[in-house]
């Protein structure tokens, strides 16, 4: 009986090539066994029948960043960002790889109990500069509160609150329509949206994220996610 060996190994045999290159051929999803993608090189294989893409290149996977459409009462589950869950009209160019859903980091968290865009990313640039220029970076919210709301708590909304004993700084609130308020703010801090209108005799019924810097959530449906493109900055 023919002993195990790991993929990598066969492929740089059957190519041949060396055994980083094969490693790359394998992490680049270029490689099938039985017909089926492994992405993974330390996978056993005997007898099966390994193929290498024609189209295979010899580069490594470059980490990437997914903008994902978090639904209304619905906790996240990493689970959710799969292949199965990816937005038909993603227009990066991108191809899916097993590795694209691992070491991810949630950037700039969003408020509790919201839905809407959430950034998840592999890509350090990405990640350091959300932390370190959250308190720059405007952050979109639509509110649907349950209340009345005069002229005079808009205006309160705007500068005049205070949270965790600190004065906050001027934001822009303004109705989107009778039923909703638009926040646009920097420096948004856990449970600050629910405090401001708390103070103003508001309950949140509902609360979503739209817009994050210059990255907004568009047209991306509820429990889907989209490639951050190359051009694509915060």
């Known amino acids: 009986m023919t ?46 029948k390994i193929e ?14 997914l903008l994902f459409h978090q639904p209304a009462d ?7 960002l799969c292949a199965e869950t990816h937005a038909a009209d993603d227009h990066s160019g991108i ?11 949630q950037c700039l968290p969003l408020e509790a109990g919201a839905s809407g ?15 370190a220029d959250a308190g720059t970076i405007e952050q979109e919210y639509v509110v649907e509160p349950a209340g009345e709301l005069g002229e005079d708590g808009l205006k ?6 205070s949270f965790n004993g600190k004065p906050l700084p001027p934001v822009k609130i303004s109705r989107q329509n009778e039923a909703r308020l638009r926040f646009a703010l920097k420096g948004v801090q856990t449970g600050q949206i ?22 907004s959530m ?8 989209r490639y951050l493109m190359a051009y694509e900055k915060f």
């Not at 191809?95 to 980091?105: D, M």
């Open 52 to 65: 290498l893409d024609p189209d295979a290149a010899l580069v490594p996977v470059e980490p990437v960043t």
């Open 156 to 161: 309160l909304l705007n500068h005049g609150l």
């Open 95 to 105: 191809r899916i790889l097993k590795h694209h859903f691992q070491h991810l980091t």
């Open 194 to 215: 629910l405090h401001m209108c708390k103070a103003v005799g508001l309950q949140i019924v509902g609360m979503k994220r739209l817009r994050i810097g210059r990255i």
């Open 74 to 80: 619905v906790d996240f589950n990493p689970q959710m």
């Open 3 to 48: 002993e195990p060996v790991r993929l990598a190994k066969r492929l740089a045999a059957l190519v041949p090539c060396s055994r980083r290159e094969a490693e790359l051929y394998i992490t680049g999803g270029w490689v099938k066994v039985d017909g089926q993608v492994v992405e993974e090189p330390q996978f056993r294989v005997t007898g099966q």
């Open 117 to 131: 865009l959430a950034v998840f990313s592999q890509d350090y640039r990405v990640t350091r500069k959300l932390a």
């Open 218 to 225: 568009s047209k991306l449906p509820a429990g889907q996610w």
